[in-house]
Nanobody
Framework: QVQLVESGGGLVQPGGSLRLPCAAS????????MGWYRQSPGKEREMVAR???????MYDDSVKGRFTISRDSGKNTVSLQMNSLKAEDTANYYC?????????WGQGTQVSVSS
């Protein structure tokens, strides 16, 4: 069974950085899509960043230039590097993968950006 486990969340000041790794079972290359979503209270879950099957990356406009998604197939890990964090980035972040129509989700990790 595919398992996605996120870590790296925490409290950081505005302008700071965090790195969120997602450890995935199996082979990363078997996923059509892998990335990160986030959800804050009272808001819909939104896509933050993702890899497509062909290696292209996509980012939400709100994080372009600040967040970078990367993957390490050898260690079955996908990471979200978050720089220049803003209070608006505060949310629960979820690792996501999709394998030919079947979605998988991590348990979530909380990121709080506050002075």
């Amino acid at each position: 069974q595919v398992q996605l486990v996120e870590s790296g969340g925490g409290l950081v000041q505005p302008g700071g950085s965090l790195r969120l790794p997602c450890a995935a079972s199996g082979t990363i290359a078997s996923f059509n899509v892998m990335g990160w979503y986030r959800q804050s209270p009272g808001k819909e879950r939104e896509m933050v960043a993702r890899f497509l099957w062909d290696g292209r990356t996509m980012y939400d406009d709100s994080v372009k230039g600040r967040f970078t998604i990367s993957r390490d197939s050898g260690k079955n890990t996908v990471s979200l590097q978050m720089n220049s964090l803003k209070a608006e980035d505060t949310a629960n972040y979820y690792c996501y993968a999709n394998s030919f129509g079947t979605p998988y989700w991590g348990q979530g990790t909380q990121v709080s950006v506050s002075s």
